[in-house]
């Protein structure tokens, strides 16, 4: 198998010198440990589905400019070094572009000691390209990144929360349906896992007429599921219910879609909201949604759908609803980080 010649080096991979046999063992491993850790050992942990090699669509940069050069790509393992990236076997053909890109277009706007971080997502339109940096935007800097990237697959621009370029509308598709891309918005890492991952909520909600999706986002699953069944999308950040109801407005032969924005850590649906729905469909953040969890197994709802970047949580959560009485179905674990530790996964419980 194929080594990244800064591995060992770069923090971005750790678990590249396994075998592929090894490899796959420690991925379905991390859940099936977790599982055991809440007395939930019984449940069946499929065999994990693995995305492509340069698949990963998002990424955040660091740079740098060090005696008259710049670097870029990801922090040294367990340092703040950054390691000035020539390979990736995980990000997409694109992103690795632009670690070049960021070379010769920032060499002459920073200055020599200066660093920063850019969040990129390789996107249907160009890259989505968001800077942190500590100098502040004028309108020289607005003219030199305008012209360091002119030309460049760059969709749009983003400089500390201010567009400094916009040549094309940043969007995504969700089962066929654009939707436009906040700045610094959550997406899936890889379009391959999130159509598996889309698959497998899609089968276990078959047959709900009624379905409310929180932590939804830009509706990654709201709008695929809409099809089928009446939707209520709940979520945090105004924009990305935006972008999701502007969707399902002009997607045709959609079911009913809803929002609401709410803070689902600190005020979760009640049992009485969730009474309504015949199914939930959850994709909270790494922590998890405990306090969403225990108003699911207080209400009579009888099908939840849970969607998980971390296995740890996930088992803390499943062990709630366990214990309410639903049944843990087969959980599907998706890797969507390749050569790191993380699992993504999904599971389903009924009762």
């Known amino acids: 198998m194929t080594i990244c010649p800064h591995f ?17 063992a420690r991925k379905r491993d991390a859940v099936v440990v977790a599982l055991t850790r809440t007395g939930l050992a019984h449940v069946m942990v499929e065999e994990p589905f693995l995305v492509p090699e340069r698949t990963r669509r998002r990424a955040v940069f660091k740079f740098g400019k060090q ?41 002459d706007i920073l200055s020599d000691g200066e660093k920063g971080e850019v969040h990129v997502t390789d996107t249907g339109a160009g890259l ?42 940043p969007h995504v598709a969700f089962d066929g349906m654009a939707v436009a891309l906040p700045p610094h918005s959550f997406l899936q890492s890889t379009r391959e896992g999130e159509k598996a991952l889309t698959a497998r909520v899609l089968a276990l909600a078959e047959g709900a007429k009624t379905v409310a999706d929180l932590f939804s986002g830009m509706g990654t699953f709201t709008l695929p599921l809409a099809r089928r069944a009446k939707m209520h999308a709940v979520e ?4 990305a219910l935006t972008v999701l109801a502007d969707a399902a407005r002009k997607a045709k032969g959609l079911k009913p879609v809803t929002t609401e924005r709410r803070d689902l850590f600190k005020v979760p649906l009640t049992p009485l909201e969730l009474n309504r729905f015949d199914a939930v469909v959850l994709d909270p953040p790494r922590a998890g949604a405990e306090a969403q969890v225990k108003m ?3 209400s009579k709802l009888r099908r939840v759908i849970y969607v998980s970047c971390d296995a740890g949580s996930f088992a803390r959560d499943a062990a709630i609803l366990v214990k309410a009485g639903f049944q843990a179905g087969s959980v599907t674990p998706v890797d969507q980080f390749l050569y790191s530790d993380h699992i993504e996964l999904v599971g389903g419980f009924t009762r």
């Open 236 to 239: 945090q950040e105004a924009e």
């Open 8 to 24: 060992g080096v770069c923090g971005g991979c750790t678990l590249q010198n396994l075998s592929p046999e090894a490899y796959r």
């Open 67 to 107: 005696k008259g050069n710049v670097i870029a790509g990801f922090h040294a393992a367990r340092s703040h070094e950054i390691v000035d990236m020539r390979e990736c076997l995980v990000l997409t053909p694109a992103l690795l572009a632009l670690t070049g890109d960021l070379r010769s277009g920032l060499a």
């Open 128 to 169: 989505d390209l968001a800077f942190r940096s500590p100098r502040k935007l004028t309108p020289a800097l607005t003219a030199a990144m305008a012209k360091a990237f002119a030309g460049r697959d760059v969709a749009r621009i983003v400089f500390n929360g201010e567009i400094v370029l916009g040549q094309n509308s």
């Open 296 to 298: 699911l197994a207080a």
